[in-house]
């Protein structure tokens, strides 16, 4: 396959140039993730010598049209939308669009160029390519103000609208385009770095995706800051200092984070999206891909608050909720696994006995106007929470991590429908303050989720499973309103593991090196570190971990999550 691929304008030019017919007409389709650098590609690809270069674009709605169609999933909400059901057609006008087609038909000979987000709506082409980039760059574009939301002309708006059209309306009619175009294309573009363009063959996309799946996997993990990180992540993982602590670190997201193919000497850089599309059978087993559809449901992260702060105290919305007010097929469940604590540290989670609803609203109100702090000790539990305990967090129940943890999430993967309550008396890194939604908030939070409750539901629900020579198997959550079960093996040996048939995510909880290995030589052996999460697909079947050499002789522990199915 390493013939498969090239790097820079010039080979990548060179090899489509090979495609152009000798006579007559080619047109050469680019089609854009939104986000996606046009005038660079049109740029380098002037090798071509094209005869016409149609920025698609030009036929798209007017800005303020478009606004108007979006405006129901779009809201006036700072955070929250509404799912978008669009295809891309219905962001283009069609007279326009026709006479794109017939300017197209009308060039009897020469390179035709057609990019832009929805290229390939002027239908036949001759060599299609699909230029893509991971949603964390898509992040850094907007950040940097170097891009706006599609058609929009908001490059210097708040960062939580541009990611919501993102989120709720542009990303789902680009991955809707994404997986229709797929099997169609002839290359494959990485736009990740600017400048430094990387093209594959989909011949060797699919066979890399193939074997991804058929492998347990890592993620490429990134980091963030944030109003209450602390300082954990940047000292064991020797990240480069920022302005602000790292609050957040996701390597468990495949919704979000990209995935790394080594062809050769060349990288590829693609979105893991791309694997959970065009290989979710072998990823997620049949029985979650026949409830779930393409959607990875599993969601591990870290929250760092070690020397930080308090997260927002919050809730999730119910099912029902986020279904109707945002168009979501399940909800935001999760679960608190403390990978490192202090001595001091505490978790807040579920209310006190005997909370009156209204009085503690109208406290969080107040607070909310600024008179005065909510007093959260009054409503809310506080418990001391030490290293390997799991507290488990079905939507509806009010919680928060407080400072000096360190999280690992264990979560559903809807991740933006937190429903803040109260704040701390801050101010976000951007100097406002966060968004409080109390509305939402009051009609999710499950009143008799008391002390009681939480202390027989939610807390300490460890029990052992099963044991072996050098093995124990523990069940540790999640709550059985949650889909999510979660498994802790503590090793000194190797011990086996099955993935039944469903997908799994895994991390290294416990100890410093692990290696998993197929019994049957099927793949080829991983070493995972400390606090490294990695993804076992469906497909790979049984699999064992045991410590290393640098281990050897040290208790291990890990702790993996699946769908109950
Ligand atoms: O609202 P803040 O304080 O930023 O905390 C947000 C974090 O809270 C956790 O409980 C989870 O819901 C995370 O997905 C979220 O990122």
């Not at 691929?5 to 000798?22: H, L, N, P, R, T």
């Not at 080619?26 to 854009?32: K, L, P, Y």
């Not at 071509?48 to 779009?74: F, G, M, T, V």
């Not at 809807?414 to 939402?440: A, E, M, N, S």
Request: proline share 5%.
């Amino acid at each position: 396959m390493d013939h498969e691929v090239w790097e820079g304008y010039a080979a990548i030019s060179a090899q489509i140039q090979q495609k152009i017919k000798a006579d007559g007409k080619t047109v050469i389709v680019i089609e854009c993730y939104p986000a996606v650098r046009t005038d660079e590609i049109i740029n380098g690809l002037k090798l071509l010598n094209p005869s016409l270069i149609i920025p698609i674009e030009d036929a798209a709605l007017e800005p303020q049209e478009l606004e108007h169609k979006l405006s129901r999933y779009l809201t006036e909400d700072r955070v929250f939308g509404y799912m978008a059901p669009f295809l891309i057609d219905e962001f283009y006008d069609a007279v326009k669009l026709e006479q794109i087609k017939r300017q197209i038909e009308a060039i009897e000979a020469g390179v035709v160029i057609v990019i832009g987000f929805g290229a390939s709506l002027v239908g036949e082409q001759d060599i299609l390519l699909y230029a893509d980039l991971a949603r964390w760059e898509i992040q850094q574009r907007f950040r940097s103000k170097e891009f706006g939301n599609w058609r929009a002309d908001n490059h210097d708006e708040d960062i939580l609208r541009k990611y919501k059209r993102s989120y709720f309306i542009e990303w789902r009619v680009a991955d809707r385009l994404k997986r229709a175009l797929f099997q169609k294309l002839d290359f494959y573009l990485d736009t990740n770095k600017r400048d430094e363009p990387k093209m594959v063959t989909l011949v060797a996309l699919l066979t890399g995706l193939k074997q991804v799946a058929s492998q347990p996997f890592r993620l490429v993990p990134y980091f963030d800051p944030g109003v209450w990180g602390g300082n954990w992540l940047e000292e064991k993982i020797g990240l480069e200092p920022k302005g602000n602590p790292y609050a957040w670190g996701f390597d468990g997201v495949p919704e979000e984070n990209s995935l790394y193919f080594q062809y050769g000497q060349t990288r590829i850089e693609l979105p893991s999206i791309n694997l959970v599309f065009f290989e979710s059978t072998a990823l997620l087993g049949e029985k979650v891909y026949a409830r779930f559809g393409a959607e990875f449901p599993i969601r591990f992260d870290f929250l760092d608050t070690m020397g930080g702060q308090n997260l927002s105290l919050q809730v999730h919305p119910l099912t029902d909720y986020i279904k109707e007010k945002f168009g979501m097929s399940y909800t935001q469940d999760e679960s608190y696994y403390m990978l490192e604590a202090a001595d001091d540290t505490i978790v807040y989670l579920g209310l006190k006995e005997g909370v009156d609803p209204e009085r503690m609203m109208d406290d969080l109100e107040k607070a909310q106007q600024g008179a005065g702090s909510f007093p959260a000790e009054t409503y809310v539990n506080i418990f001391p929470a030490k290293k390997h305990d799991h507290f488990l967090i079905p939507a509806g129940t009010v919680h928060c991590s407080g400072t000096n943890s360190m999280v690992l999430e264990i979560s559903a993967t809807p991740y933006i429908f937190t429903f803040k309550l109260w704040d701390w008396d801050r101010l976000g890194l951007d100097g406002k303050p966060r968004p409080v939604h109390l509305q939402h908030g009051s009609q999710n939070i499950i009143w008799d989720r008391d002390t009681d409750w939480v202390q027989r539901n939610l807390i300490g629900q460890v029990e052992k499973l099963a044991e072996g020579e050098g093995w124990v198997e523990e069940r540790t959550g999640l709550h059985e309103l949650e889909f999510i079960e979660t498994r802790r093996h503590w090793f000194t040996d190797k011990v086996t593991h099955h993935t039944n048939g469903g997908v799994q995510v895994l991390n290294l909880v416990e100890g410093e090196e692990a290696i998993i290995e197929s019994p049957n030589e099927a793949f080829v052996p991983l070493v995972i570190h400390y606090a490294e999460t990695v993804i076992i697909p469906a497909a790979v079947g049984e699999f064992t971990l045991r410590p290393t050499d640098r281990s050897a002789g040290k208790q291990l522990g890990t702790l993996k999550a699946f769908v109950r199915t």
